[in-house]
């Protein structure tokens, strides 16, 4: 059994590299066909941003709510969540606006985004029993610095061509903040790289897994928000390693692992499809070859705009709580690892 390994190593290799992939090919095929200069096409939007993004949030469904042992073990949680989630939203919108309302729900994507990648190397660092100290010390530097480091260059150049949810919904910092912290992505950057090449030499355990994590991170994460300033790149960038292997992950874990994976996928896009029509009919009325005619609902949008958000915010705080040590120790061991995600019988752990 191989000891660093999240579901086998066909499988993490697939989701995390193959992702990575994914985003290098649509960013090549962007630039043959001049999307990095201009709006992305709609493709694009329904293949990164409907299948995968809002997908990857009713996956959660899965782990919580479609699990009958989990609604029983802690109900408060699981249902407690999303209430609050609507009056708090409902309130913030009420007494601020959509802009504030928004711009607090990007910083929490934001957030969870961050956090997502962390957790990643968390979890492969205790599946392959990675040292301490210094060494845990520089993995959880080098990786919140791969994420946080992107964001401060994007706060200290607005305007972009590209935004989170809307435009200006993150504020502006001086650029004084992206060059402090400059200096000190690229050190942690460098000298991970030298600590996983020496590994790979003799001098200690290779990690191949949290290593992939990291690759894929500052790849996506600097061409993505960086390097260009172009929403199909974001888009594609971001987007694709996020979603996939989260999904991948609830795939995996949950009692779905008795459905062929190809159901689990399709009824995680009819959720998805089914929220977008209600997000678009409703609020944003600008993608009526997919979703139809929109409704006349201006004066209810103090309650709809929170209502329709709420599985996005409640996906974003129970992620906080479900994959926990002590809920899910298995994850967070060497023995438990392993595994085959090929049929929808085959089980990773």
Known sequence: MVSWTLFSPRVDVGVFLGSALLSV?????????????????????????????????????????????????????????????????????????GAIFWRALAYLAVWHFVRQQYGWVALYRAKNGDPG??????DTATIYLLTLYPLAYWHAHLPRKFWWFLADDFYAAPAL???????????????????????????????????????????CWYVGIVVFNSDYAFTV????????????????????????WWAFLVSLWALAYAEELLWDRTVWHDRGWLFGTGWS???????????????????YLLDGFIWKRKHEPRLFT????????????????
Request: net charge positive; charged share 15%; glycine share 10%.
């Open 25 to 97: 090919l649509a960013l090549l095929w962007g630039h043959h066909m001049g999307y990095l200069d201009g709006s992305s096409p709609e493709w694009t939007w329904v293949v990164a941003v409907l299948f995968v993004d809002v997908a990857h949030v009713w996956s959660t469904c899965f782990r919580t709510y479609f699990d009958v042992d989990q609604l029983r073990r802690r109900p408060g949680l699981y249902f407690g969540t999303p209430l609050l989630s609507f009056l708090v939203g409902a309130l913030l919108y009420w007494a601020a606006g």
């Open 334 to 349: 060497s023995e438990g690892g392993g595994g085959k995600m090929g049929s929808g019988r085959e089980q990773v752990v």
């Open 297 to 315: 609902l201006d004066s209810w949008q103090f309650l709809i705009v929170p209502l329709l958000a709420t599985p996005q915010i409640t996906h």
């Open 133 to 138: 100290g210094w060494q845990r010390v520089l």
């Open 177 to 219: 903040l992206e060059q402090l912290l400059a200096p000190f992505y690229w050190l942690c950057l460098s000298a991970y790289t030298v600590r996983a090449a020496a590994t790979y030499l003799g001098r200690g355990k290779p990690s191949p897994g949290k290593d992939m994590v990291v690759l894929t991170t500052w790849f």
């Open 237 to 260: 960038t971001n987007v694709l390693i996020h979603g996939i292997p989260y999904m991948a992950l609830v795939y995996s874990r949950s009692q779905s692992r008795g459905t062929p």
